[in-house]
């Protein structure tokens, strides 16, 4: 639980509400709602539903920034049963739901582009075998038709199929786009398909996506010229992990690897470089007094925004954004219980407590019914 739910904050929140820019767009303040896994897509399918854009329209804000929750490029990205796509026509008007719901309040959202890799199952890949930079056992699980299990046997990716898996972004980032999102971001962190290739744990390869960093973040770069060519760089970012152990990710020196990463970052003009710092572990923040430690490092390296994110509260998220480490924070778990929780951080409001149980309950249980602070007569 987050160190400020349930209570109110006394501390002044004046920099989280100064506008800001992020690529041409102007927000009018600083608490972005992270990507949540939500799992209330329709099965099969992977089709986002209409309690999606109720969901995602009452978290909107005049001027505030949503990113969807991780939404899968391909079939042969999947690992989570209820995970939306992004990959036909039909996710495209789905999606445009939800756009529309975000933008009749005035609120952005971006959309998170996900391939899994290696965390995946064999039921979720079509009977194939989930892919990855190199064959390393690991401890992992997805949710299928038969709840929570552990991760199939992977194989290595081939080089012949790796512009293929570029491609299935650059047609993302596409439907994206015409689903009516204002960007998106790619999803490079958490042991997920980017985040195997950079870090020499989960990446043994020898051809030229293996080996010194510069060619462990090849596939990366490839992916984010495709996606920038469709959207323009300042309409894309890029999410990270450094240090982080989740999905069993490793490397040998993670501080230059991410530091090269960031650095390269600077020549596109993104939107926003998105970090996760270590002290957070899937949903759970694991060292509560850990300081943001990642955003510090790199905020030495990188000269665009960045949005940090991992078990900030109120009053961690105005230290960070005043010291000037962070220009953004992001998130997640207060966001998901409190459908207004911009207003709530301003006013120094009390917080919803989040009900873990709900996370992924694929219906509206812990998903659009948590109350809006109830100051005002239309606050629903």
């Keep these: 639980m987050s160190a400020f739910e349930g209570q109110e904050t006394t501390v002044p929140t004046k920099k989280l509400f100064c506008p800001v820019r992020v690529g041409p767009l102007t927000l009018s303040h600083r608490v972005v709602m992270a990507p949540l896994t939500r799992l209330r897509s329709k099965v099969p399918g992977d089709m986002p539903v209409e309690l999606m ?17 991780g939404t899968v490029v391909s079939r042969g990205g999947r690992g989570y049963l209820g995970a939306p796509g992004i990959y036909c026509d039909a996710h495209v008007a789905a999606w445009r739901k939800v756009t529309e719901a975000v933008h009749a309040k005035g609120g952005y959202i971006f959309m998170q582009l996900w391939h ?29 038709t038969n709840g929570w299990v552990k991760t199939s046997p992977h194989r290595e990716l081939k080089l012949e199929e790796i512009p293929g898996l570029v491609d299935e972004f650059r047609k993302a980032a596409k439907n994206a786009k015409a689903a009516g999102f204002d960007g998106v971001e790619i999803h490079a962190a958490n042991g997920y398909i980017f ?22 973040a090849r596939l990366l770069f490839e992916a984010l010229e495709a996606v920038v060519d469709k959207w323009g760089a300042g309409r894309v970012g890029v999410r990270l992990s450094p240090n982080s ?4 990710m490793s490397d040998s020196h993670p501080e230059a690897t991410f530091a090269y990463v960031a650095e390269r970052l600077n020549q596109y003009g993104l939107a926003y470089l998105h970090i996760i710092e270590p002290r957070v572990k899937g949903n ?8 943001p430690v990642a ?38 778990r207060s966001f998901l219980a409190n459908p207004d929780l911009p ?15 709900t996370f992924y309950n694929h219906d509206a249980r812990g998903y659009t019914d948590y109350p809006f602070y109830n100051d005002e007569p239309d606050a629903r």
Aim: hydrophobic content about 35%.
């Design 53 to 69: 854009a109720e969901y995602y329209g009452q978290r909107a804000s005049e001027g505030g920034l949503i990113i969807s929750e």
């Design 116 to 144: 899994v890799g290696r965390v995946s199952h064999f039921e979720m890949v079509g009977g194939e075998m989930p892919i990855a930079p190199s064959v390393v056992p690991f401890e992992g699980i997805v949710y299928t």
């Design 195 to 216: 985040d195997q290739f950079l870090q020499d744990g989960s990446n043994k390869r020898t051809d030229g996506y293996g080996g010194p960093v510069e060619n462990r």
């Design 245 to 248: 152990r989740y999905n069993s």
């Design 284 to 291: 759970e923040t694991v060292l509560e007094d850990m300081p």
């Design 295 to 332: 955003a510090e490092q790199l905020r030495k390296v990188f000269k665009g925004n960045i949005l940090a994110a991992g078990g900030f509260d109120a009053d961690s998220a105005e230290v960070i954004v005043e010291k000037g480490i962070a220009d953004l924070v992001a998130f997640g």
């Design 343 to 357: 207003k709530r951080i301003k006013r120094g409001l009390p917080l919803n407590s989040y009900d873990r149980a």
